[in-house]
T-cell receptor, first 114, second 115 residues
Framework: AQSVAQPEDQVNVAEGNPLTVKCTYS??????LFWYVQYPNRGLQFLLK??????LVKGSYGFEAEFNKSQTSFHLKKPSALVSDSALYFC????????????FGQGTTLQVKP | SQTIHQWPATLVQPVGSPLSLECTVE??????LYWYRQAAGRGLQLLFY??????ISSEVPQNLSASRPQDRQFILSSKKLLLSDSGFYLC??????????????FGPGTRLTVT
């Protein structure tokens, strides 16, 4: 069965420092992976996706993610964190390419302190 | 450009009352549509998805139902609400080609409190 795990409930980082939010996945075929961000009391916003091609995927707001097939990981990264990046981040994996159903991780709260 | 609307934004309903949440999408045709529930601000649970008018798939047995009366309209309903139905309900859409994986775009959500 397809699944995705975010091992950290919360990540704390100082403004200006690099950040990493971790995600690991388990799929039976080629993985289709996504990152979303959610601000308080708002819907989720799409950040980036990996379908095929380059392992380093660039997305919105300066975020990028690295697909690592051997480690079954898709960690979200940003070289220099901003206080405004503080939010809840979700990793997701495609459950069925025929329907676009996604399975979401439990989310990681990113706290960027000034 | 495409936009997705949900209403109401917040709702407080007594136990046993009916529910109707509406979601509409503009600027696209034949989208895939999804209803999620988010409890306690964390993980999302897929409730229903639809790949076309009148086509509804339920992911988990529960007190809710969904309908898609028009191409870009998705409705979440209940005949009698339970306390456990409280949560943040999110509607989403994606391009509905049926053979490709596209990202989903989410609406602003409805905060439902059952008292």
């Amino acid at each position: 069965a397809q699944s995705v795990a975010q091992p950290e409930d919360q990540v704390n980082v100082a403004e200006g420092n690099p950040l990493t939010v971790k995600c690991t996945y388990s799929v039976s075929g080629n993985p289709y992976l996504f990152w979303y961000v959610q601000y308080p009391n708002r819907g989720l916003q799409f950040l980036l996706k990996y379908i095929t091609g380059d392992n380093l995927v660039k997305g919105s707001y300066g975020f990028e993610a690295e697909f690592n097939k051997s480690q079954t990981s898709f960690h979200l990264k940003k070289p220099s964190a901003l206080v405004s990046d503080s939010a809840l981040y979700f990793c997701a994996v495609d459950a069925s390419s025929n329907t676009g159903k996604l399975i979401f991780g439990q989310g990681t709260t990113l706290q960027v302190k000034p | 450009s495409q936009t997705i609307h949900q209403w109401p934004a917040t709702l407080v309903q007594p136990v046993g009352s009916p529910l109707s949440l509406e979601c509409t999408v503009e600027g696209t045709s034949n989208p895939n549509l999804y209803w999620y529930r988010q409890a306690a601000g964390r993980g999302l649970q897929l409730l229903f998805y639809s790949v076309g008018i009148g086509q509804i798939s339920s992911e988990v047995p529960q007190n809710l139902s969904a309908s898609r009366p028009q191409d870009r309209q998705f409705i979440l309903s209940s005949k009698k609400l339970l306390l456990s139905d409280s949560g943040f309900y999110l509607c989403a859409w994606s391009i509905g080609t049926g053979y490709m994986t596209y990202e989903q775009y989410f609406g602003p959500g409805t905060r439902l409190t059952v008292t």
